[in-house]
């Protein structure tokens, strides 16, 4: 074997399935961000079309053109690559460097919402529902689940209330650490527990009934 052999180096488990056995690695080729794009949303669409239990490493190998070894490489389960194809999902909606300035929080936090088709929120809240499986099933991957789901959303919540305490208008002594989770929180729970999208009309109701009422001077 050469080292551009994907499979170089590495013990691959034989099953078709978490791929839960041990993975021995050394150094190959360098990741590319690219591929490794590709190969997490063929795993979205995996996951959405038959959900956790039947999702396999190998049909995600199949619908992204790999090869087996690619995946142990980077992956050595199925639910570290479901975490971080989801991961990759939620930090591709929001960029912190181009963050909405409307000069209210209210109006920060609304731009930040980008609305979604009914195919699309549908396929999204499959995903989430694949997501919610796996969590009932090994429970050991909730604190990866929160950094994939909530943190991305809550980093952004950090800056924009950050800004808003700057310019006074909100109580200089809120804490910001906890507020920035509230939204991000209750969509996961809202798309986790309950299946239900996360619309505009909801985002407002929580803005205006929840974070301004617990931030206001």
Do not use: C
Not at 25 to 54: F, N, S
Not at 117 to 132: F, K, P, V
Not at 192 to 200: E, V
């Amino acid at each position: 074997m050469t080292q551009d052999d994907p499979t170089a180096g590495h013990t691959v488990p034989d099953d078709d399935g978490d791929g839960g056995g041990t993975v021995h690695r050394r150094p190959g080729r360098k990741p590319d961000p690219r591929r490794d794009a590709e190969i997490m949303e063929a795993a979205l669409q995996v996951l959405a079309e038959v959900g956790y239990t039947g999702m396999t490493m190998n049909a995600v190998a199949a619908r992204a053109k790999a090869g087996k070894g690619t995946f142990y490489r980077r992956w050595p389960s199925k639910a570290e690559l479901v975490l971080d194809a989801i991961g990759h999902m939620k930090r591709s909606q929001v960029d912190l460097d181009r963050l909405p300035d409307t000069g209210t929080l209210r109006g920060d936090i609304l731009a930040l919402f980008k609305p979604t088709s009914a195919e699309d929120g549908e396929y999204q809240l499959t995903i989430m529902a694949g997501l919610a499986s796996m969590l009932s099933q090994d429970r050991g991957f909730a604190e990866a689940a929160n950094d994939a789901i909530v943190e991305p959303w809550a980093a952004a919540n950090r800056v924009l209330l950050s800004r808003a305490m700057s310019r006074g208008e909100i109580n200089a002594t809120a804490d910001i650490e906890t507020l920035a989770q509230i939204i991000p929180s209750i969509a996961a729970y809202r798309a986790l527990i309950q299946r239900k999208p996360f619309d505009r009309d909801f985002l407002v109701a929580i803005i205006d009934g929840v974070l301004l009422p617990a931030v206001r001077p």
